[in-house]
C-alpha cells in the first residue's frame, strides 16, 4: 500500500496492568463497576503520542492547549489540541511469542463446533454471489460462505496470524481474545477536588494483565516529521498506566493486484464511512474518549469494530484482503 505517508511500528508492554473503559455509564446507587474495551481505539493511543511528544519536546500541556499557542512546528506535527491529529493510528494488533496477530475478518466463517485453539480449522470465505435474479441497489453485491456439514460462524472478534492472513490455505489456526489477557478486578474510591475521599463513591474496574510474551503493537502513519522517540515510556488509558515502548521492523501491507477487499485493523466510526462499501462486520461498538482540550468526556460515537471488511480502500488501516 503506497499513500505517500512514512509508517512506523511499535510495540508496547505495560509496566502493570491497563484498563480502557467502555461506554457503559457508573451510576451512583445503581452500579459501581465498569466494562473495558480492547483491543483499545486508535483515538486511545493517539492521545497517548501527542501526550508523550509533548513531554519528549519539554511542552506544558497547560501552554499546548491554550489559545495563543502557536508553535508551528508542533502545530504541524500533533495538530492544534482541539482538532484530530495530522497522523493516524494504524491497529492497534498483538503480538505474542514474536508472531504479529491480526482481527480475524468478518467475512471469513468457521464450523460452529470447530473450537481448537492449537489445531488449524478449515477456514471458508465469503464470496459475492453472482447470480441475475438477486438485484441490490447502488452496486452493492450479496456475500455468501459454504461450509461442508454444520453451522457456519464469523471468524470475527478472533485473532490470526499474520502469516495466515495471506496464506490462502484452507486451514488456519484461530485465538480468541482471552488468549491474551486476563481480567484483574481493581476497585477504588472516588476523590473530591480537596483529595478527600468521597463518600459512598466505591467502584470496580476490571483491568487488563498481558499474559507471557504478548505485546500491544501499533503504527503511526504520518506525511511529515513527527518529533515522536523510537523507544520510551507511554502513559495509556485510563488512569495514564504506563507501558514502555520501542520500534519493531514489521511488514504487514502486501501488494494489492488482485484484492477483491479491505479489512480493517482498527475501529472506525460509522458516520465517516459509505455503507454501501461495507462488506461484513461485528456489532457495533459505542466509543468516547477524553477531549483534551476541553478536559471532559467526549460523546460515545458508533464504531465499525477491527476486522470489518470493505470494498473500498478507505485509508491507511486497511489492508488487502487477496482472492476476494
Request: glycine residues 10%; aromatic residues 12%.
Amino acid at each position: 500500500m503506497n499513500t505517500g505517508h512514512n509508517k512506523t511500528w511499535y510495540k508496547i508492554r505495560p509496566v502493570d496492568t491497563f484498563f480502557f473503559k467502555g461506554s457503559t455509564p457508573m451510576v451512583m446507587g445503581e452500579n459501581h463497576t465498569s466494562e473495558f474495551i480492547f483491543p483499545p481505539p486508535a483515538g486511545a493511543i493517539a492521545g497517548a503520542v501527542r501526550t508523550a511528544v509533548l513531554r519528549q519536546q519539554d511542552i506544558d500541556f497547560k501552554t499546548y492547549t491554550s489559545k495563543t499557542y502557536d508553535n508551528a512546528e508542533i502545530i504541524s506535527a500533533l495538530g492544534k489540541a482541539c482538532d484530530p491529529p495530522p497522523f493516524e493510528i494504524l491497529g492497534p494488533i498483538l503480538s505474542k511469542a514474536g508472531n504479529i496477530y491480526l482481527p480475524a475478518p468478518f467475512s471469513w466463517y468457521m464450523e460452529k463446533n470447530d473450537t481448537s485453539k492449537e489445531a488449524a480449522i478449515p477456514v471458508y470465505r465469503g464470496k459475492p454471489i453472482e447470480s441475475s435474479f438477486i438485484k441490490t441497489s447502488k452496486g452493492k453485491s450479496f456475500y455468501i460462505a459454504r461450509g461442508r456439514d454444520g453451522e457456519l460462524l464469523s471468524m470475527g472478534g478472533r485473532w490470526i496470524k499474520l502469516n495466515d492472513f495471506y496464506s490462502n490455505g484452507e486451514s488456519i489456526r484461530v485465538r480468541p481474545l482471552a488468549d491474551f489477557f486476563v481480567g484483574e478486578p481493581r476497585t477504588g474510591i472516588a476523590l473530591e477536588n480537596n483529595r478527600k475521599v468521597r463518600e459512598s463513591h466505591l467502584y470496580t474496574f476490571n483491568h487488563i494483565r498481558f499474559k507471557k510474551d504478548v505485546e500491544l503493537v501499533f503504527g503511526i502513519s504520518h506525511k511529515g516529521q513527527l518529533p515522536f522517540s523510537p523507544n520510551g515510556i507511554l502513559q495509556l488509558g485510563a488512569e495514564k498506566r504506563l507501558g514502555c515502548y520501542e520500534t519493531i521492523e514489521i511488514d504487514i501491507y502486501e501488494n494489492q493486484e488482485g484484492a477483491g477487499s479491505y479489512m480493517s485493523l482498527s475501529s472506525l466510526v460509522c458516520k465517516d464511512i459509505d455503507e454501501t462499501s461495507l462488506i461484513a462486520t461485528g456489532k457495533i461498538q459505542y466509543i468516547g474518549g477524553w477531549d483534551m482540550k476541553k478536559g471532559f468526556h467526549k460523546p460515545s460515537c458508533e464504531f465499525y469494530p477491527a476486522g470489518s471488511v470493505f470494498t473500498k480502500n478507505l485509508n491507511d488501516n486497511q489492508i488487502p484482503i487477496k482472492g476476494e
